[in-house]
């Protein structure tokens, strides 16, 4: 592997372009320092829309850049296409899968987050996560699959497992996604099929709390499931989940006396989308030990690893960790710390402050406490519908419907990559809201099923 070239400034390595990693490189544009920026991926992803592609509404490139476009013109930045592997702290250097090394000055850890099944890994293939454009290509496909495999099944009860999705989890990518999976059944593909009713389409929205969006304020909770319910989603709340298989779940509701269970039922479906729990990424276990710490002691129960007030790590300031890798918390003048939420805009400011406070160190200042700026929360739950919770001076901002869906369609295009991005997204918006088809329903290597009711897609 290609290192770059021996120079006496210092060498910042970033791992991870998502959001946080990203801010960084960028905020050391004209720094007197050499980046390398290493990323499993060759691309910039946008998340808050990963479940747009997952529904057949956009295609990939809309909603990510190559990392190596973007930084194409800053010159102290080079990019890898790499997975770390290790991290030694002692020695200053990260070990990459392909067995090479690279030294540090300076390291910030950027690695975000991976899906979390509650010590259930063995749901993962029955129920896929939405993290990565494989992840959403996977859930895509077994979307479209599922529609095509009812077409052709001629027993009702199994057609009707085929035809009934669940999303768990109802945080803003569980809603997000429930709502879209409707407008497909009921406005995308009616028409389109001789044998079955795609409009007959189950839509259930398992979600364990007793709220949908629980990080809102419960009156926008609530309107957020009354738009579900108008858009044809069946919400079930209290409602966890606690068997996954290839035939359905299952799910308990309430408690008995004793905390046992006082309830459970099946659903049968053959397509299970998981939204419900995100945990750090393993990098922070790695980092953990590097700093010879105990894993109790640096982790939070999600994974993530602890930080100072100036996001470095406890004993080693030349070690920042940002994003959702990061147990951060916010130090506003004259408030209590507060934990900073997992959030696109929460690793954009701690980008820009882990790279800020790495400058004053290197001018042999002390780093400041990370403030994170609360502009609020979004979530769309389909079309003309949205819930928008704003922070302002004056006090919060709420409101939700169409006003709503229209300020959450310009935030996210403001805020996409690049102007050929913002473009796209919003031709292809237009002509899904004017004709509600979506045109990026192309799936590939498709294996084609076996005897009715035997293999899932």
Same mark, same amino acid.
Request: with cysteine; charged share 20%.
């Given at each position: 592997?290609?290192?770059?070239?021996?120079?006496?400034?210092?060498?910042?390595?970033?791992?991870?372009?998502?959001?946080?990693?990203?801010?960084?490189?960028?905020?050391?544009?004209?720094?007197?320092?050499?980046?390398?920026?290493?990323?499993?991926?060759?691309? @910039?992803?946008?998340?808050?829309?990963?479940?747009?592609?997952?529904?057949?509404?956009?295609?990939?490139?809309?909603?990510?850049?190559?990392?190596?476009? !973007?930084?194409?013109?800053?010159? /102290?930045?080079?990019?890898?296409?790499?997975?770390?592997?290790?991290?030694?702290?002692?020695?200053?250097?990260? @070990?990459?899968?392909?067995?090479? %090394?690279?030294?540090?000055?300076?390291?910030?850890?950027?690695?975000?987050?991976?899906?979390?099944?509650?010590?259930?890994?063995?749901?993962?293939? !029955?129920?896929?996560?939405?993290?990565?454009?494989?992840?959403?290509?996977?859930?895509?496909?077994?979307?479209?699959?599922?529609?095509?495999?009812?077409?052709?099944?001629?027993?009702?009860?199994?057609?009707?497992?085929?035809?009934?999705?669940?999303?768990?989890?109802?945080?803003?990518?569980?809603?997000?996604?429930?709502?879209?999976?409707?407008?497909?059944? #009921? $406005?995308?593909?009616?028409?389109?099929?001789?044998?079955?009713?795609?409009?007959?389409?189950?839509?259930?929205?398992?979600?364990?709390?007793?709220?949908?969006?629980?990080?809102?304020?419960?009156?926008?909770?609530?309107?957020? #499931?009354?738009?579900?319910?108008?858009?044809?989603?069946?919400?079930?709340?209290?409602?966890?989940?606690?068997?996954?298989?290839?035939?359905?779940?299952?799910?308990?509701?309430?408690?008995?006396?004793?905390?046992?269970?006082?309830?459970?039922?099946?659903? /049968?479906?053959?397509?299970?989308?998981?939204?419900?729990?995100?945990?750090?990424?393993?990098?922070?276990?790695?980092? &953990?030990? &590097?700093?010879? =710490?105990?894993?109790?002691?640096?982790?939070?129960?999600?994974?993530?690893?602890?930080?100072?007030?100036?996001?470095?790590?406890?004993?080693?300031?030349?070690?920042?960790?940002?994003?959702?890798? %990061?147990?951060?918390?916010?130090?506003?003048?004259?408030?209590?710390?507060?934990?900073?939420?997992?959030?696109?805009?929460?690793?954009?400011?701690?980008?820009?402050?882990?790279?800020?406070?790495?400058?004053?160190?290197?001018?042999?200042?002390?780093?400041?406490?990370?403030?994170?700026?609360?502009?609020?929360?979004?979530?769309?739950?389909?079309?003309?519908?949205?819930?928008?919770?704003?922070? =302002?001076?004056?006090?919060?901002?709420?409101?939700?419907?169409?006003?709503?869906?229209?300020?959450?369609?310009?935030? $996210?295009?403001?805020?996409?990559?690049?102007?050929?991005?913002?473009?796209?997204?919003?031709?292809?918006?237009?002509? &899904?809201?004017?004709?509600?088809?979506?045109?990026?329903?192309?799936?590939?290597?498709?294996?084609?099923?076996?005897?009715?009711?035997?293999?899932?897609?």
């Amino acid at each position: 592997m290609t290192t770059p070239a021996p120079t006496h400034r210092p060498h910042v390595v970033i791992i991870g372009c998502g959001f946080g990693g990203l801010e960084a490189a960028r905020a050391l544009r004209d720094a007197p320092v050499d980046v390398t920026l290493i990323d499993r991926t060759n691309h @910039h992803l946008f998340q808050p829309l990963l479940y747009q592609v997952a529904t057949a509404g956009l295609s990939a490139p809309a909603i990510a850049a190559p990392i190596r476009h !973007l930084f194409r013109r800053q010159d /102290n930045v080079t990019t890898l296409l790499g997975e770390v592997t290790g991290i030694d702290a002692a020695g200053r250097q990260v @070990h990459l899968k392909d067995g090479s %090394a690279l030294a540090w000055d300076h390291l910030i850890v950027a690695a975000g987050a991976t899906h979390s099944y509650f010590g259930r890994d063995d749901w993962a293939p !029955l129920a896929p996560g939405l993290k990565t454009l494989d992840d959403a290509f996977e859930i895509r496909r077994r979307i479209l699959l599922a529609f095509e495999a009812a077409e052709k099944e001629p027993d009702a009860e199994r057609r009707a497992a085929w035809l009934t999705f669940v999303v768990v989890g109802a945080g803003p990518t569980g809603v997000e996604m429930a709502g879209t999976l409707a407008e497909i059944a #009921r $406005h995308t593909l009616p028409g389109e099929f001789r044998h079955i009713d795609p409009a007959s389409a189950s839509i259930l929205l398992v979600e364990g709390g007793p709220r949908v969006l629980q990080a809102m304020p419960e009156g926008l909770s609530q309107r957020a #499931r009354e738009q579900l319910e108008k858009l044809g989603v069946e919400v079930r709340l209290n409602a966890r989940v606690s068997a996954i298989d290839a035939a359905g779940l299952e799910v308990q509701t309430g408690q008995g006396p004793g905390g046992a269970d006082a309830s459970s039922y099946r659903i /049968n479906s053959k397509c299970i989308i998981w939204a419900a729990g995100v945990a750090a990424s393993p990098l922070g276990r790695l980092l &953990a030990r &590097a700093i010879g =710490s105990e894993e109790a002691q640096a982790l939070d129960r999600a994974g993530r690893i602890r930080v100072q007030p100036d996001l470095s790590l406890p004993g080693h300031p030349e070690i920042s960790v940002i994003g959702d890798l %990061a147990a951060a918390q916010s130090h506003a003048p004259g408030r209590e710390p507060r934990p900073v939420p997992g959030v696109s805009p929460a690793a954009k400011q701690m980008g820009r402050a882990a790279a800020a406070n790495l400058l004053r160190r290197l001018r042999g200042e002390a780093g400041l406490p990370f403030h994170y700026s609360d502009y609020g929360n979004l979530a769309t739950i389909g079309r003309n519908s949205a819930v928008v919770d704003l922070s =302002s001076p004056l006090g919060p901002f709420r409101f939700s419907g169409y006003f709503a869906w229209l300020f959450w369609l310009f935030a $996210h295009v403001y805020f996409l990559i690049g102007f050929r991005n913002r473009l796209v997204v919003l031709i292809d918006w237009a002509s &899904a809201y004017w004709s509600a088809q979506r045109y990026a329903r192309v799936v590939t290597g498709v294996e084609l099923p076996g005897p009715p009711g035997e293999t899932p897609p």
